[in-house]
């Protein structure tokens, strides 16, 4: 069944038992989400959970940051049915504990499926190990010579420790600090990508999107717990402004 909306080109399909935006017209952000409260249309993104590298607690910070637009599934590293993509608008890779070269068996069975996703157009939203896994050496979904590599790495960078950190970033020209655990810098030319976000230590692009991925090396999604667990962090929480951050970050994603 389908609903066509003659002012705006934009149409809806009934699928899975939900209604479902396929955007082929660049519309407004404004009308995009009156179209989530007037037809009860929320697009929907696939989760990948591996934990703990693609952690628990990121997944559900993610789903708690962008419930109010968004329906979820879930899926991990087991071999998913053909169609499992069909009713799917973006795919999403969080953060969590672990090195990065786990990719070979986290992907064994589903990167040729995520890579053809995006390939045909789906989209991708990677959060610090989920940003990681986007570039050459794992799912190579960048274009133009973009790549993710380790922040603390990087020349004139403020640190050279992979643990929690309040990160000092500018945010579309907001300063602030961030949630940070060995997060990624995005490397490249930056006219092949938009920047976001930036780390203020050495200017490096934190948070991008190009075309229809979006990466971002720190954590927006981050809860309360999460500071709480370490002393230094604890007077740091952000009381959920930077799930707002995500939340406007994906909305902008989804329009691409």
């Given at each position: 069944?389908?609903i ?5 080109s ?8 939900i ?38 607690q ?5 789903i708690?940051a ?14 998913l ?20 070269d ?19 157009g ?34 004139g960078?403020d ?16 300063d ?36 229809r991925?979006g ?25 959920r ?16």
């Amino acid at each position: 069944m389908y609903i066509t909306d003659k002012d705006t080109s934009v149409f809806f399909r009934y699928h899975a038992n939900i209604y479902r935006v396929i955007d082929y017209n660049n519309i407004t952000s404004v009308f995009y989400i009156n179209c989530i409260y007037k037809y009860n249309v929320k697009p929907t993104i696939a989760l990948f959970l591996y934990d703990p590298k693609c952690s628990v607690q990121s997944g559900n910070g993610i789903i708690k940051a962008l419930e109010s637009h968004y329906n979820f599934k879930i899926f991990s590293k087991n071999e998913l049915e053909d169609d499992f993509f069909d009713d799917v608008d973006m795919v999403a890779v969080p953060g969590g504990f672990g090195d990065a070269d786990t990719f070979p068996v986290a992907f064994k069975n589903n990167k040729k499926r995520v890579r053809k996703f995006v390939n045909s157009g789906g989209r991708y939203l990677g959060i610090c190990m989920g940003a990681y896994w986007a570039g050459s050496q794992y799912l190579n979904i960048l274009k133009d010579g973009v790549d993710a590599d380790q922040y603390l790495a990087q020349p004139g960078t403020d640190t050279r420790r992979p643990h929690a950190k309040n990160m000092p970033i500018n945010w579309q020209g907001r300063d602030m600090s961030m949630f940070w655990y060995d997060g990624c810098s995005i490397l490249g030319d930056p006219s092949k990508f938009e920047t976001i976000a930036t780390y203020k230590g050495n200017g490096d692009p934190m948070a991008i999107i190009q075309g229809r991925i979006g990466l971002i090396g720190c954590h927006p999604e981050s809860e309360k717990f999460w500071y709480e667990s370490y002393t230094w962090m604890r007077k740091h929480w952000h009381n959920r402004e930077h799930h707002k951050l995500l939340l406007e970050f994906v909305d902008e994603l989804m329009l691409r």
